[in-house]
DNA sequence: TTCGTTATTCATCGACCGAATAATAATACA
DNA sequence: TGTATTATTATTCGGTCGATGAATAACGAA
């Protein structure tokens, strides 16, 4: 009489395709993000996407190679796109430093408003910046480094009075504060006593591009 | 026979007082940092420290109280130093934005440069930032925004242009850029191809004061 | 139909983690 | 000296985690 079986059993090939790995990898997204590589469980995950645990590594394999997946995903579309929006800022008749920032930043941004799976993404993406772990570090290299050196090469001839070290260090500089922003975004309005909070998300892209330009256009001390 | 005692037991008092707790709370630290709250394991603390791991609770409580105890230790000490640098640069005849900013910035990057234990503590200080959990945002909040609010006073009196909320948030972007500045120092040099690494780190802080007191002068749009 | 391959679930293992409790040694104080 | 208090250790508990291997159902090819 144990064999009596629930009903709600099927191993098998029900749901395969692209289509259950991207809902795994969002719910990855939204765990590390929220918990951190280590504090999030692949057990959540698995519950969150539906499926089993076991399926997580039959797909992925560790739960660092999960993690890198979710990340590799969101990044290279964010470096497509900038490497796309760069060329189209470089072949345009008002290029400056100004356009040059807006093709950099409005991914990232774009991201961040597109709902709750790019904002998790953004929350995630400042965690991994912040972790000194040498994976970390590649995985941010492997994924940013190539689309910003693109960036500074073209801040250099935009801005010819500056040594390349220069520029490198401002456009470094950029990272952080674009990151940070965008991360804490929600928050920001504490610091104003609420005056941010009525300002329309466009208009505090415009006002990170003012101060980044001015910050990059600075003159050497 | 089974009374045969090992030498090497020593309950008691022998090492009571603020420096074992130091001791702790300095590996504490190190371990935060090195792996975030989740990851840090209160048993490699305490045998780092040389302690019974039961006695990281006699003396702070949770893994969490742990945590907070050690943030609260160096945000308090920067708290204050920055307090006391802000009344001075006010109280000086030099006043300017650069003299606000350098009044800001020196406690962390002296921190910083003091050695592994202050490095540690800006690596965890970022990671703090990056972590979207109420409680982090509360602890944030708690040590550092009442000397924000003074700074924000200062340069709104230094930019009498600038509506507040725009001062406010420039001064929010700012706390991201130098956050991450910190944090990846040791980094910037891939970005550069080595340039940045021949660059002693008293030109780097003058590099950042640049770069930021440009942005905050910047003319609104 | 048959059979091998692929996708999925189930069940479990060993490791580790944070918390808690009880025992115990050193000190302070009477 | 004796006794209460404090600092420290030893040990254990329940829970959770990532990983893993075996079982199994669906599908494609023959």
């Not at 928050?187 to 329309?200: A, C, F, K, N, W």
Request: a neutral charge; one cysteine or more.
């Amino acid at each position: 009489m144990d064999t009596s079986q629930p009903p709600r059993r099927k191993p098998g090939r029900p749901k395969a395709g692209a289509d259950l790995r991207d809902r795994i990898l969002d719910e990855a997204e939204a765990c590390f993000a929220a918990a951190g590589f280590a504090g999030a469980a692949l057990r959540e995950i698995a519950t969150r996407a539906g499926v089993n645990q076991a399926l997580l590594r039959y797909y992925f394999g560790s739960k660092q190679d999960l993690f890198d997946a979710v990340f590799r995903r969101r990044g290279g579309m964010i470096s497509g796109q900038r490497h796309v929006l760069l060329d189209r800022a470089l072949a345009a008749p008002d290029l400056s430093v100004e356009s040059v920032l807006r093709a950099y930043l409005r991914p990232q941004w774009e991201m961040k408003l597109s709902g709750p799976g790019g904002a998790a993404f953004i929350a995630l993406q400042a965690r991994v910046h912040a972790e000194p772990e040498a994976h970390a570090l590649e995985l941010r290299r492997e994924v940013y480094d190539p689309s910003l050196r693109r960036y500074i090469d073209a801040l250099c001839d935009l801005l010819p009075a500056l040594p390349r070290a220069v520029v490198s260090m401002r456009v470094a500089f950029l990272v952080g504060t674009y990151l940070f922003m965008l991360n804490d975004l929600g928050r920001l309005t504490d610091l104003s006593e609420g005056q941010i909070h009525e300002m329309p998300p466009e208009h505090m892209l415009d006002q990170l591009v003012v101060f980044l330009a001015a910050g990059l256009r600075a003159p050497e001390i």
